[in-house]
């Protein structure tokens, strides 16, 4: 995958703008798991990806937000969980209608500071294509900040008819999340851990859990990022399968060889993908260019 971007700030106005674009096979197809081993793993596509302008509000404590987001990249997700491959580790699949990647969307966002330790936001976008408003997606989210450690509960709610996997149609879907990360006081640790819930009449995974550690360290006289976690998915009982959970156990290592230049070995065993009874193994390798 190959992203470009542009980013700057005058006064209180920021502006951001990036392309994207892959190449290759998507992973998934071949392993048959649900929660997609590879975070970039998408069909080909080559567009612009996000472009947004922000405003801070001073006299609110405040900043709004409008245009094309990728929403994970501000709602539900865990820093310490950012350099996991498995699509599940960034974000909870239960969110199934979030506009994120592949396929960001317009977006209104804003986020407000509450005290020094607290802030809510919030979001609505085009929830039935990237730039359609017949359909809706709302968003809140609370996050609480301490020294060491960050709690976000969240919801969403998505309007417009979706069909159940009973094949019967509903109007609008709903779930909530929660997440907790931080870091050790006491060992060089990060951690973070997930939960997220939506109606198993609507998608194929109805719940989540996750957690993961890493921490930085030298390995062969390079500097090593280390992670090591576990993500698991409950399959709706409307789905015909064999198994009720796929659950994907995750280690990584990641090599920085320069400012520019990182290598990262990862290594997956996926229990019961889809559902079904057997387990795999995937590996990647992880080449990161910085221009």
Not at 7 to 30: P, V, W
Not at 166 to 183: K, N, P, R
Not at 211 to 230: E, N, R
Request: hydrophobic letters at 40%.
């Amino acid at each position: 995958m190959i992203t470009v971007s542009l980013s700057g700030k005058k006064g209180a106005l920021d502006y951001y703008i990036s392309g994207q674009m892959l190449e290759g096979r998507n992973a998934s197809t071949q392993i048959g798991d649900i929660q997609v081993a590879s975070n970039i793993d998408a069909e080909k596509f080559a567009r612009l990806y996000e472009y947004w302008l922000s405003y801070e509000i001073a006299s609110l404590d405040g900043r709004v937000t409008v245009g094309q987001m990728d929403l994970n990249t501000r709602f539900a997700y865990a820093d310490n969980a950012s350099e996991f491959l498995n699509s599940s580790m960034g974000i909870s699949p239960t969110i199934f209608t979030i506009p994120t990647y592949p396929e960001p969307a317009l977006s209104l966002v804003y986020e407000q500071n509450i005290t020094s330790q607290q802030s809510l936001s919030g979001a609505v976008s085009a929830g039935a294509d990237n730039d359609d408003f017949s359909d809706l997606f709302y968003m809140a989210e609370w996050q609480y900040r301490a020294d060491n450690f960050t709690v976000k509960a969240g919801g969403w709610h998505h309007t417009g008819d979706l069909t159940r996997l009973d094949g019967t149609v509903d109007s609008g879907s709903e779930g909530w999340y929660a997440l907790l990360e931080g870091h050790s006081a006491s060992l060089p640790l990060r951690y973070y851990a997930q939960y997220g819930y939506t109606d198993e009449r609507l998608t194929e995974m109805s719940q989540h859990v996750g957690a993961g550690v890493t921490t930085d360290h030298f390995l062969f006289q390079k500097k090593a990022q280390i992670g090591v976690g576990v993500t698991a998915v409950r399959l709706s009982d409307l789905v015909d399968s064999q198994k009720r959970w796929e659950t994907v156990a995750e280690v990584f290592v990641k090599f920085v060889l320069n400012e520019s230049v990182s290598v990262k070995p990862d290594l997956q065993y996926v229990m019961s993908p889809a559902g079904d009874d057997r387990n795999v193994w995937v590996s990647t390798l992880r080449l990161a260019l910085t221009f």
